[in-house]
């Protein structure tokens, strides 16, 4: 029987405490910044799946870049606790984008 690959999640301590009774693997991060320092072992084989926070994303994209040929682990933005968002919803624009050689609008522009 093959090993099963974790779930990590990265980010704030309040972003990221409901996801420990889930069984994710948590790792709190003071500073976004902090995440480079944990980055090699999130991608070193044993995570399937890394979710970090907006501020971390941020902190760290050239990193998730360097990894994003690598079959595992997929990584996936979310909101950090407090905010909106933003960071995901533009990410995905910009693979519609180049899927579809054009951007598409949310229709909040049109007035």
């Known amino acids: 029987m093959s ?7 990265v980010g704030d301590a309040t972003s990221v405490a409901g996801f420990r009774p889930l ?3 948590v790792e709190v991060v003071e500073r976004p910044e902090d995440a480079r320092e944990r980055w090699p072992e999130l991608v070193s084989g044993r995570y399937g ?5 907006e501020p971390v ?19 996936t933005v979310i909101p950090a ?7 995901g919803a533009r990410k995905l624009n ?18």
């Not at 090993?3 to 999640?9: Q, Y």
């Not at 994303?57 to 040929?69: F, N």
């Not at 606790?81 to 960071?87: E, Y």
Request: avoid cysteine; hydrophobic fraction near 45%.
């Open 94 to 111: 910009r693979a519609i984008e180049r899927a579809l050689g054009t951007s598409m609008s949310s229709g909040e522009e049109e007035g």
């Open 49 to 53: 799946s890394v979710f970090v926070t």
């Open 3 to 9: 090993e099963r690959l974790m779930i990590a999640v």
């Open 23 to 25: 069984g994710f693997a």
């Open 81 to 87: 606790a407090g905010t909106s968002g933003g960071v």
């Open 57 to 75: 994303y941020e902190a760290i994209d050239d990193l998730v870049a360097d990894s994003a040929d690598k079959p595992v682990p997929a990584v």
